[in-house]
């Protein structure tokens, strides 16, 4: 019979889409160029020059059989070493191939690391404000998600809740860093307090805490911040990455799984991810795109704009009086809303083709998300639009 | 914790891989094209130029953003479309792109079908011989696999046996047509029974069975066989679609699930599969891949060798005596061992550099399957080596 479960979810229609939902249609009213859709996660530069120029040359002198024959479900072996070096010499890490699993993306990745270390009733905590998707993520896979409330004055971690939180039942921690939505980036300090927090746990409760360290936005970072690598804090981490946002081809999910080397049976991960495939029948990604990303392992696509539209935001935002903290990477700001309602807050904001996303989808209710990876030329002339926002529904000058 | 059931799936190496394991070993020994590996399932013809071209074109001439960019986690829409659009060209169907969920390959489609119409406890009914991987797929969904026995003499269906396993607690059963390992195409005799029979039991038990058809060989039929579209005879039909075999590319992991119309709430399905995507960290197929195929739908890569492979076996092992049903289809044959142990019979083959894979695996002892995507040439030569196997150990001139 239908499965409940999966029926049951589609009378759940995402916040985030219904206002994304609303941009398109206005747009079709009143000129897409005209609506100031900040909605959307989805990266607005082109691709690298450099990532084209190897698909296409693979394609005219690659063996076809090679270029699209089967690869391991591990991912391709000569791409996991690559992949290994790059992080070796960009982070100071000692992985080998051995150690990386090619992935869906992060999607993919998270979905093998929660498989590997929790099992159904075991607890999951995350920090809000969150990433909605971590709600099914873990849910599905019999594991329980908690949301550790935020911390408001910065988006580090709340420390007190957390080792509140921190139970026996919790077999791992699922971190986002720079952090969608807020933007911020994990200081050093907040890294090594928490990898201290959950080693001292782990002790107490006789089992490790894993850290999930969902890095997609690792190569967005701005002008005096520095982020830190997660997993030199704290050996018993799984990075999960995706290269949709540093590359800019979300369409094509791409992204790894990477073991500490110095987690206890390091080696065990990846094996163990390919039989989690099979039973959740995840293929590792188009052959002909993890070779091409193997080649432009270091690369990015030109991020810039995103550092602009920040800077912008941030200046406009704080000048009309809004409690914003600045972000440290991303291309999301997440300010306090200019009511307690942000969900009202947003709608109002709708009037005025501002489209702006309530924070309770993300754990944390009166704030709201801005996606600012759009043009800049469309944020600048967005500001006017949030100047007469604030003007005609909260009387702000 | 290491989740324990996947570490002990590290332990169970598949016989397959051990063959296959022993022929690349071997090769490093007297060179690889004096082995007749006989073990894998890859396709040995490259894909149509037409696939490589549309590549270049897109990479070329269209804009990356819409090239490489987030796509719909149900797959690109005009993507479905034409897929939709070629089924029904092709099989009389009237499929819409709402029944078409794109999926990184058979697998892909089938954990979806699966999670749609069982729950952890049902049971999950397959036909010996089977694909292997069948076991996990299901298994590892929390529902149950269970096989039922062969008929020997044509490898259609025993409908004795299936009758009588076809309980109440049975939610689907899983069919393979053109099957691996046999090379059996149903008939449509057999699938108009098999539809009879799951009418019958569906009403006597007051919940329908739904039938999940694994069909990434469909186009892979030979001189003289007709494939019945599997999905025309049952309304209540899940059809999961490779373009590995067909297009040759397996290594870019790319297919589709297909609900037929007629069955019963059939629009509910694609978007329960999104659903499910976010527990399993599916992601749709790669957007670059997904586009290029969508223009080359009704087209193959040249698939003839495998026929001209078949016939040159075929004569080859009839006359030599073994008993082997004539295959309809794939790339694979899968005779009746000389002894009674497979195993033992396949250790002896490799003696004289013959690769075979015993039929133990594949829920049929004392058969064995050859795999015969391998060129031509190399196929004449293995014959004199299967001479000289069957005459030196079993005394047949």
Redesign the interface.
Known sequence: ???????E??NAKSVIRQFSEFATARGKEIGYENVFDYSLG???V??PQAF?DV??DM??NK???A?????QSLGIPEVREKVAASLNRRFGMNYTSGHIFM???A??????AL?????PGDEVLTFAPYFP?YG??V???GAKLKIVPPSLADFQINFEAFTEMLTDKV?AVLINTPNNPSGIVYSAETLTRLAQTLTEKSEEYG??IYLISDEPYREITFAGVEAPYVSKFYPYTLSCYSF?KSL???????GYMAVNPACP?AE??V??CA??S????????????QLAVAEVLDETADLTVYETNMNLLYHELTALGFTCVKPGGTFYIFPKALEEDSVAFCQKATKYDLILVPGNSFGCPGYFRMAYCIDTEKVERSLAALRRFVREEYGIQ
């Open positions: 019979m239908i499965a409940q479960v999966y029926k979810m589609l989805n990266p607005s082109p691709v084209t698909m296409i394609l005219q063996n076809p059989m270029l699209h024959g089967y690869s992935t869906s993306g999607a993919g990745a998270i979905a093998h498989r590997c270390v929790t099992v998707e099914p993520y849910n599905l896979t077999m089992h490790p949709s800019s081809l979300p369409g094509e999910r791409i049976d065990l991960f094996p163990m039989q989690i099979r039973g959740t029948g995840h293929n590792c990604p188009a052959s002909i795109i």
